[in-house]
C-alpha cells in the first residue's frame, strides 16, 4: 500500500500564532503540523493512505489545540454524513439498547456517530419513512436488527440510494460481508436439551411475534431439541407473544391454566421470560420447583432477578461491533469480502430458574 509523503516539520508550540480564544481551524492543524490541508481531513477520515510519522505528527496537533471537526461541515465536503444509521423495529428496549453499546463500541475514535431511527414495519409509511431517513441523513452506512433486517424492500432501496448496510438476522440472507448470522436455532436446541436433561416432559413454549424470522428460527430450534428426546411440543403447549414483558405474562397464565399444565416454559426472549416470573408468582408456583423457566438473548435484567434466569446467550452488543466494523472496513480501504466472517454461536446459560421437576 502506497503512503502520502508531506512536507515540513511540526512548528513548536511558540509558533502557534493563533488568537486567545480562538477554536482552531483544519487550516491552522495544516500551518502549524506543516502539511497540507488535504492531509489533515486524510487523517482526520482515518485514510489508510498517511504515512504513520506523519499522521502522529498530525493527530498531535489536533490533541494539542483541541481541535474537533464539524460533522455537518465534513458531511458537505464528502457529500453524505458522518453518520451510521440503526433503523430497528424491536419491542425489547435491552435488545436495542444492548446494540446500540455495540455499536458505540466500534465506531468511538473513528470520527462516525450513532443515530438511531425505530420505526413500525406494519405501518403503511413504513418504506417511505425508512427511505426518507437513510436519504435526509446522507448515511455513511446503516446497521439493520431484526426484524428490519429481513426485509428484502429495505435492502434493495438503500442499495438503491447508495447506503451501504449490514444486517443481523437469525439466518444467512445476504453476502457474508454484509450480514452477521446469530444461529438462532442452534441456541433453542440447546435450551431444549437442558430442559430434557433435567427430567422435564411436560414443557411449553411461548414464541415471539410472526414477523420476526428469529421466532420461527428458535421455535423450530426448540422443537428440533425436543424430538432428539422423542417429545412432541403440543399445540396447546405452545402460545404467541409479543417479545414484551406483558406478553409474557398473559401467555403464562395461559398455559398455567392448563388442566395439565407444564413444568417448564421456554420463553423467546428474556423480556417475555420474565414475564413468566410474575404469572408464577401470581398463581403461587414456585421458581424452579413448581415451574422451570428458560429464555433467550441473556439480557442484563436475567442475572439480576431471582431466581436468576436460565437462558440462550446471545452476544447483542458484540452482535452491534461486528455489524458496525464491516460497514468501518469500507471506509479505511479494506474490503470486507476478505476480512474474517465471524460467527455467533448461541450458548446456554443455565442459572437457579431450571431445575428437574417435583415428583
Not at 22 to 30: E, G, P, Q, V
Not at 72 to 89: E, K, P, T, V
Not at 165 to 185: F, G, H, K, Q
Not at 191 to 205: D, F, K, T, Y
Amino acid at each position: 500500500m502506497s503512503t502520502i509523503e508531506d512536507e515540513g516539520d511540526a512548528a513548536g508550540p511558540a509558533d502557534h500564532g493563533l488568537t486567545p480564544g480562538r477554536a482552531a481551524t483544519i487550516n491552522d492543524i495544516a500551518r502549524i503540523a506543516g502539511v497540507s490541508k488535504k492531509t489533515v481531513s486524510r487523517v482526520i477520515n482515518q485514510s489508510p493512505f498517511v504515512k504513520a510519522d506523519t499522521r502522529e505528527k498530525v493527530e498531535a496537533v489536533i490533541a494539542e489545540l483541541g481541535f474537533s471537526p464539524d460533522p455537518q461541515a465534513r458531511g458537505l465536503a464528502f457529500r453524505r454524513s458522518f453518520l451510521i444509521g440503526m433503523i430497528y423495529d424491536n419491542p425489547s428496549p435491552n435488545y436495542v439498547v444492548n446494540m446500540q453499546q455495540g455499536i458505540l463500541d466500534a465506531v468511538r475514535g473513528s470520527g462516525l456517530e450513532l443515530v438511531v431511527h425505530p420505526c413500525d414495519r406494519t405501518s403503511d409509511d413504513f418504506m417511505a419513512n425508512v427511505r426518507g431517513f437513510a436519504v435526509r441523513q446522507k448515511l455513511f452506512g446503516a446497521v439493520l436488527p431484526p426484524s428490519v433486517s429481513e426485509d428484502e424492500r429495505v435492502t434493495g432501496m438503500l442499495t438503491e440510494v447508495g447506503c451501504p448496510y449490514v444486517r443481523i438476522a437469525s439466518v444467512s440472507l445476504d453476502a457474508p460481508e454484509r450480514m452477521v448470522v446469530t444461529n438462532d436455532s442452534l441456541g433453542a436446541a440447546e435450551a431444549a436439551r437442558h430442559l430434557v436433561g433435567l427430567g422435564h416432559q411436560r414443557i411449553a413454549m411461548i414464541t415471539g411475534p410472526d414477523l420476526f424470522r428469529s421466532t420461527h428460527e428458535r421455535g423450530e430450534g426448540f422443537r428440533s431439541g425436543l424430538a432428539e428426546a422423542g417429545i412432541a411440543l403440543a399445540d396447546e403447549m405452545v402460545v404467541r407473544g409479543a417479545y414484551t414483558f406483558e406478553s409474557g405474562v398473559g401467555a403464562a397464565r395461559e398455559l398455567l391454566s392448563r388442566k395439565a399444565r407444564p413444568t417448564a416454559i421456554f420463553a423467546g426472549n428474556d423480556e417475555m421470560a420474565i414475564g413468566v416470573y410474575q404469572a408464577a408468582r401470581d398463581a403461587g408456583l414456585d421458581v424452579p420447583f413448581d415451574l422451570s423457566i428458560v429464555g433467550f438473548d441473556d439480557a442484563p435484567m436475567s442475572s439480576r432477578i431471582w431466581p436468576t434466569l436460565t437462558t440462550v446467550r446471545l452476544p447483542i452488543r458484540d452482535m452491534g461491533r461486528m455489524a458496525a466494523e464491516k460497514l468501518l472496513a469500507r471506509s479505511r480501504g479494506l474490503d470486507p469480502a476478505k476480512l474474517d466472517q465471524p460467527e455467533v454461536i448461541p450458548t446456554l446459560i443455565a442459572r437457579d430458574s431450571s431445575a428437574p421437576p417435583r415428583r
